[in-house]
């Protein structure tokens, strides 16, 4: 028995459980507590900034209470030295600790434009609706497009050419987040949640708030195994030490919500939620099969008669290329109608294996022909603009080469075109995925089919955001977390 697994007794109920605490899962569990209700947060991965107890750093961050995480310039370590830290049960990178991807990421920061909402969301997840939210999360998390503590830009000139260029074709320089719905002829710098030349973001704001307040808990090192429900109704979660307890104190058993009245929401991340809902009988026939299959769930997986029948897993999404900066902006409309980026149609499918990871087995990219004609419009769109400028030259693709050519050359695999921006597989929407619609969760996003049960993160966007996507996924759970406190207990749980 490892002294790091505390197994949890059945008397301390919780009203919400959220699992994850990523960018969809530390904002709600922070609203959720707000507003007095019983909150248990849980991360599968360990504790990352220093902040929280983090311990993970190079030598020379010895004796701060720093750690990799919260220093800028080791962003790009996860590449490097991901060991407990990159998430190992996916096929692509992602971050499985206190913060999720929010805790190794770029800290890119975009205010969304108007159309990444009004493009892709339903009825009442539209700009309007969401502006609101968009001001609760720009006031805790400003950004700034100088992260440096002396106030100055340095290493500008590369920015200084080539916006020379773009002045050149009269293309106008802003502020971004200034100017969110200016996406068109622009540029600027690139904007971060950076704050005192450190990480910023939710690990520094919403968590914290949380965390002052005695009806909220955090348990690390605990993996969230399944869901335990009967037919739509979840009473609790069963759990694991993440390895068991050896990576630090973790928890394991089953935690049970609040009888009647409490609720749980799955904030795992695009691959994490959708697993969870596979292991917990949730989702497409084909996948839960396979767990029904094997060797670690199979003999203890919900019977087949409460499945509930889900599209689980479709609709995934990445972006085509990674974006850094200096940031530029055109619009390029397809053939077909439809923009770049926010009005992409290709999308992908994850899936579940024997061993219980995950896999993204129909990878998203430029599946569409007029997705693909936008791309190649777009290169050589900045190639005209760009060869104003005396003495740059054009790494890829190079003068000689045919732009189509060379798109076409790139394999539409994760690994050549991954940005790490996955979206998708519990998507929004009105139209009930138990009855061959799309949606996996409805407008106030509950999973069809449950009376309790909701998904919150990056997996239930319909579409693609035109930036980096983390701002986008904070203003969704402060808009969830709204959706979900007004919504009233049904009838007949009450009577319970
Ligand atoms: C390397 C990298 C760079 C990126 N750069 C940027 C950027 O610069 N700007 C930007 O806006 N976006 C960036 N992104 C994307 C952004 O970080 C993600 O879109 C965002 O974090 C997704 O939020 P989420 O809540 O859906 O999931 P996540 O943030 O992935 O959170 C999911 C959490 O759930 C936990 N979890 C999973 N399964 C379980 C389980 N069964 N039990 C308990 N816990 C579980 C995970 O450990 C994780 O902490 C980047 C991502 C990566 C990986």
Known sequence: QNTNCTAVGSGQTYDYIVIGSGAGGIPIADRLSEAGHSVLLL?????????????????????????????????NQI????TGVACEDIDVMGGCVLGGGIAVNS??????????????FPTGWKNSDMQNDTDKVFQRIPGTYI?????????????DRVSKGLDAA???????????????????????????????????????TASQRKQFSLWTNTVARRLVRTGGHVTGVELECNKGGSVGPGHSGIVNVTPGTGRVIVSAGTFGSAKLLFRSGIGPTDQLTIVKNSATDGATMISSDQWINLPVGYNLNDHV??????IIWQQIKGTDGVYLGAGTISRGRMTI?????????????????????????????MKGVLSQIPSLTWIAPTASQNTTAFVNSIPATPGSRGSNHWTGSCTIGTDDGRTGGNAVVDLDTKVYGTDNLFVVDASIFPGMTTGNPSAAIIIASEHAAERILALKTPAHVKTL
């Open 43 to 75: 991360e599968k991965g360990p504790p990352s900034s220093g902040r929280w107890n983090g311990t993970m750093k190079p030598t020379w961050l010895e004796g701060t209470n720093l750690t990799r995480f919260d220093v800028p310039g080791l962003f």
């Open 79 to 82: 590449w490097h030295d991901p």
């Open 107 to 120: 800290a890119l920061w975009w205010k969304p434009h108007p159309r990444d909402w009004d493009i892709n």
């Open 147 to 159: 992260p440096s503590m002396d106030g100055k830009l340095y290493l500008q000139q590369g920015f």
């Open 170 to 208: 009269g293309f106008k320089q802003v502020v971004p987040n200034d100017h969110a719905d200016q996406k068109n002829h622009t540029y600027g710098h690139s904007t971060f949640f950076i704050e005192n030349a450190e990480r910023h973001g939710p690990l520094r704001t919403y968590l914290v």
């Open 321 to 326: 290329a990674p974006n850094l900066g200096p």
């Open 353 to 381: 294996t024997p061993q219980l990871t995950t896999r993204v087995s129909t990878p998203p990219y430029l599946r569409d022909q007029y997705d693909k004609e936008a791309v190649i419009q777009g290169i050589e769109y």
